[in-house]
């Protein structure tokens, strides 16, 4: 798969179960233990939401769960760090837009 | 609630060190963890670390992790708790933790709170956009989880983390366009930014980033040369084609909790930003609160672990009274020795302001280097900063490698005892270490590097030989390759002798000819097809090609030009007339010769 690293000096990367998830209704596979993140990253795909007031693109900055810089919308649910979310079969991701609703 | 004897919030080096110890010292502890697995920073870090042998040295940072986890696993003491995020700390040392969209509370007797750092941002135009990446962000995808970002990195800071990233891009096959540094020296250890600039990697000084390029996503970026006072000099902003940033400024504790735990915190720039004031034992404001790793100061991984066992240390003589003050002791002397560099001198003063006083135990020193012996395969050592590692000299099974005490001095050879058995070349985190063997009477020399990229070289091979600044030198013929279990490999190569102090790296041969006179930018090929075409005069291949005759005046590439000539005829390079050097032997203006001159 695209973006992924197959071979390397040092490190071996054992990947786990492919399986696929949704990305603003566009399929997108993943392999388990993924963060939604990471798997978005591994397709190409860098914008994770626009910001509140500007709209401007924004992505990931630390991916660690510490800057808040990739709140994505999962499985309906705003305002969630895409980073730190492992992704799973069928969830559905979209780009957050604006502050996200209160649910 | 759950009633513990002691909580540790984030399992990262320092964290695991704590628990390990409060472990082994009968402790009920638990690790508060926000990720799947346990390890923090450490599991991204691919590259050998410095230290102590006792220390973990010259061990990839991610094999640390898997160690200090194995002994936690076997530790009946220590409870893991994963996936959990802890959101405050309340009074009666009430920690208060999600998991699974699940609020727990749990009380401890003592809290050890080591929740570490994050990346600095540097505000910049567009520095918002999407490929702006924190260094540690670019590791994690790389590293954790075999993703790769970009194919065209630009990182900015060269400090040992944007050093180390550089190197780490390089060994996953993308290319790192440039560091761009700030200041007018390299920030990080000597020996990490010669690995890369072998690599081709420039590090360019007094620059900075002015702007990120790109609608959606970073397509590119602005640099520019900067003045003393930080200020882009106008005229000297240049355009680079990249589609990944990666910010390496610097880290800022994350004090959030220890503050909600009531700890009095103070801004001390030296030790990364707002720090929670402790005494030398690693105890807060709050006597039930203790701190260790990046949290107390932005160190490293190997001073988080000291630091996290002497907290533990004094936690458990809390706790139930161990007797654990010879091996806090010891530990602080430890941690003393690790800081008495001077690379330290912002650390040890930041910690002077907190009241802490590092006495060093010996000073380092620069070692005086020993007489070589020519023409004897042994190591060259190319180790001369004052850094915290010792693993050359520990790992010698004959005892060659002498650096004394304090393991901030510099390691010098005895060559004479020297077996050239290659262990401290694969040992050295540093990659600083080269074997040597002149073969005098064919004029060649033979060069091993330690090699840890992909393709690995094979005997026969032909391959370039890189300057230290990752500039073309001459063609190398690989004679064999030592393969080791910990990955860092040997290859040895055989090359003109008049570069045995030159080339530092083998590369494989690249389909676009290498520039050899930079000044006149005339390539490796160019060169090969005039010589092809019969010339073999110096004299007449400079006439042709204009090599030599730019404002270096033939400083960078004679060598490379007369190496390239004696590849083809055959003719030692000893044996080459090297033509004759004419004045001005620097650029100088045409006016000064108009003006005419004053004899004396
Ligand atoms: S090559 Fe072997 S004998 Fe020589 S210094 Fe290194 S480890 Fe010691
Ligand atoms: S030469 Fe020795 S002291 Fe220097 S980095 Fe290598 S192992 Fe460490
Ligand atoms: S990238 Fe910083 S919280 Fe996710």
Redesign the interface.
Known sequence: MEGRIEEHPILQFKRKKKIKFYFEDREVEAFEGETVAAALHAAGIRVLRHTPNLGRPTGLFCAIGKCSSCLMEIDGIPNVRSCMTKVKEGMRVRRQKGKGDVL | MNLYQAVIIGGGPAGMMGAITLGNHSVKTIILD?N?SIGG?LVKQ?HKFFGDHAHYAST?G?EIAQKLDEEIVKNENIEVENDA?VIGIYPNNTVVYIKDGQEHKIQAKKILIATGA??K?LPFINS???????A??VQ????E?????GKRFLIIGSGNIGLILAYQLI???VEVRAIVEALGKVGGYEVHANKVKRLGVPILLNHTIVRAIGD??VEGAVIAKIDDKFQTIPGTEREMVVDTIAISVGLTP?TELAEQAGCKVEFIPELGGYVPIRDERMRTTNPDVFIAGDLSSIEEATTAMIEGKIAALEMARDINGSDTKEEIEEELRTLALFRSGPKSVKIRSGLEKMGIKISIPTKPIINEKKEDVIGKLRAVLECDEEIPCNSCEASCPFGAIHIGENLNSTPVLDAEKCTGCGTCVNACPGLAIFMMKENEEESTVTLGIPY???P?SEKGQKMWGLSKEGNYVCDVTVERVIKYPN?TNIVYAKLPIEFKDTVRHFAFPKKESPIVCRCEEVSLEQIEKVIDSGVTDFEEIKRLTRVTMGPCGGKNCKLVVLGILSRKTGVPISKLSHGTSRPPVKPVEFSVFKKGGDER
């Open positions: 926000e799947e920073q691919t990839r991610f995020t994050m990346e941002q918002d956009l999407p490929g702006v990446y924190g540690g962000a994690t995808l790389m590293n989880y075999g993703i790769m970002p060994q996953a096959g959606e996503s994350l840890e990229l992909l690995l990955k």
